[in-house]
């Protein structure tokens, strides 16, 4: 069993930083694929960032490229994810996901481990 915890969330405004934090307790971390997904309300959750086991590989939905980074400490059981020139449309619950089978990183069935998530909230 898993336990994944985050935090970080925040109400921020629109161009701010944010860094989300997930703790992962009761399994090896390490050899674990890590990710993190999003919920707006009335949609379906999506998929932001995941890094693989060992940090070198990473995958960014298009919508954060270039703003958003993943990184993990295996010594610490964490994985983060910075969240740089927010825009309202980043506004979600932020979701952390361990998937220790997963194939295809950007599908959220894959996972078998979730946080309760936190919520962003971007202003404009």
């Known amino acids: 069993q898993v336990q994944l915890v985050e935090s970080g969330g925040g109400l921020v405004q629109a161009g701010d930083s944010l860094r989300l934090s997930c703790a992962a307790s009761g399994r090896t971390f390490r050899r674990d694929l890590m990710g993190w997904f999003r919920q707006a309300p009335g949609k379906e959750r999506e998929f932001v960032a995941a890094i693989s086991r060992n940090g070198y590989n990473t995958l960014y939905a298009d919508s954060v490229k270039g703003r958003f980074t993943i990184s993990r400490d295996n010594a610490k059981n964490t994985v983060y994810l910075q969240m740089n020139s927010l825009k309202v449309g980043d506004t979600a619950v932020y979701y952390c996901?361990?998937?220790?089978?997963?194939?295809?990183?950007?599908?959220?069935?894959?996972?078998?481990?979730w946080g309760q998530g936190t919520q962003v909230t971007v202003s404009s």
């Open positions: 996901a361990d998937g220790p089978r997963v194939v295809t990183m950007t599908i959220d069935s894959e996972y078998e481990y």
